[in-house]
């Protein structure tokens, strides 16, 4: 792959390709434990988005748009490629329905969109988040941080830490901050969301809201846990993404 899409396990002969867009902060590592479990169903790919690990020192992305287009720009999509399926979490969910959404409009529609700790974007702003990432300084950033529970405790409290930390996170904040979200004709794949049922930023029913979203198709699954409960779950997590590929009924919640 190039600059944006990486492989931990590859998998050519799954017939599909699942491209996961990371939460705010966030980087492939994250989705180390999910591509293992889904590997072998699908061909896991992990966007690496600038500004961190082996892309640190590169120019953050300053919109959602330009994510887009340069993960399509590198993604192969020509004939003979297997077809494809969005993952996204957090700001990734955005990220992976502008996604479905882009390819859509070019004829190219995934066969389904899973997404996770996400309102869906068609409610009101910040109906259950707090205020926008420009008007908080580095402790109340920090504060934030620790009521989403995603980021370990000793990092938080590490200054040196914090300097190569939050200059993503708040870019990536500012990406989510920025977001317009427009409306426009309903998905054809099948869409499948799941959250946590002690999200402080995300409601059961905000989630649930992403069904007027597609016309292929809708399962909800609320799980235990906060805004991070994907990796006390994986198992599950992965049989949903498998049983939102077509051919297989969805799931539903345990």
Not at 17 to 36: D, E, I, K, N, W
Not at 162 to 189: K, N
């Given at each position: 792959?190039g600059?944006?899409i990486?492989?931990?396990?590859?998998?050519?002969d799954?017939g599909?390709?699942?491209?996961?867009?990371?939460?705010a902060?966030?980087?492939?590592?994250?989705?180390?434990?999910l591509?293992?479990a889904?590997?072998?169903?699908?061909?896991?790919?992990?966007?690496?988005?600038?500004?961190?690990?082996?892309?640190?020192?590169?120019p953050?992305a300053?919109?959602?748009?330009?994510?887009?287009?340069?993960v399509l720009?590198?993604l192969?999509?020509?004939?003979?490629?297997?077809p494809?399926?969005?993952?996204?979490?957090?700001?990734?969910a955005l990220?992976?329905?502008?996604?479905?959404?882009?390819?859509?409009r070019?004829?190219?529609p995934?066969?389904?969109?899973?997404?996770?700790?996400?309102?869906?974007?068609?409610?009101?702003?910040?109906?259950?988040?707090?205020?926008?990432?420009r008007?908080?300084?580095?402790?109340?950033?920090v504060e934030?941080?620790?009521?989403?529970s995603g980021?370990?405790?000793?990092?938080?409290?590490?200054?040196e830490l914090l300097?190569?930390?939050?200059?993503?996170?708040?870019?990536?904040?500012?990406?989510?901050?920025?977001?317009v979200?427009?409306a426009?004709p309903?998905?054809?794949?099948p869409v499948?969301?799941?959250?946590?049922d002690?999200?402080?930023?995300?409601?059961?029913?905000?989630?649930?809201?992403?069904?007027?979203?597609?016309?292929?198709g809708?399962?909800?699954?609320?799980l235990?846990g906060?805004?991070?409960?994907?990796?006390?779950?994986?198992?599950?997590?992965?049989?949903v993404?498998a049983?939102?590929?077509?051919?297989r009924?969805a799931m539903?919640?345990?």
């Amino acid at each position: 792959m190039g600059d944006w899409i990486r492989c931990f396990h590859p998998a050519p002969d799954a017939g599909v390709r699942l491209l996961c867009f990371p939460h705010a902060g966030g980087s492939v590592v994250a989705y180390h434990g999910l591509s293992a479990a889904v590997s072998g169903r699908v061909e896991p790919l992990m966007v690496q988005y600038p500004g961190r690990q082996d892309r640190f020192g590169e120019p953050f992305a300053a919109g959602a748009d330009e994510i887009v287009d340069a993960v399509l720009d590198e993604l192969p999509r020509g004939p003979g490629e297997a077809p494809l399926a969005l993952f996204g979490h957090s700001m990734g969910a955005l990220l992976a329905f502008e996604t479905a959404r882009r390819l859509e409009r070019e004829g190219q529609p995934p066969v389904a969109l899973v997404l996770s700790g996400r309102a869906a974007p068609s409610l009101p702003r910040r109906t259950a988040a707090t205020r926008a990432v420009r008007d908080m300084d580095d402790a109340e950033l920090v504060e934030e941080m620790r009521k989403l529970s995603g980021t370990a405790d000793e990092l938080l409290s590490s200054p040196e830490l914090l300097s190569i930390f939050l200059p993503p996170m708040r870019a990536d904040y500012q990406i989510v901050d920025d977001y317009v979200y427009r409306a426009g004709p309903p998905l054809s794949c099948p869409v499948a969301v799941l959250t946590g049922d002690d999200d402080p930023r995300v409601a059961p029913e905000e989630a649930r809201a992403w069904e007027s979203e597609t016309r292929g198709g809708f399962s909800c699954h609320v799980l235990a846990g906060g805004h991070f409960f994907l990796d006390g779950h994986l198992p599950y997590v992965a049989d949903v993404i498998a049983a939102t590929l077509p051919g297989r009924e969805a799931m539903t919640a345990p």
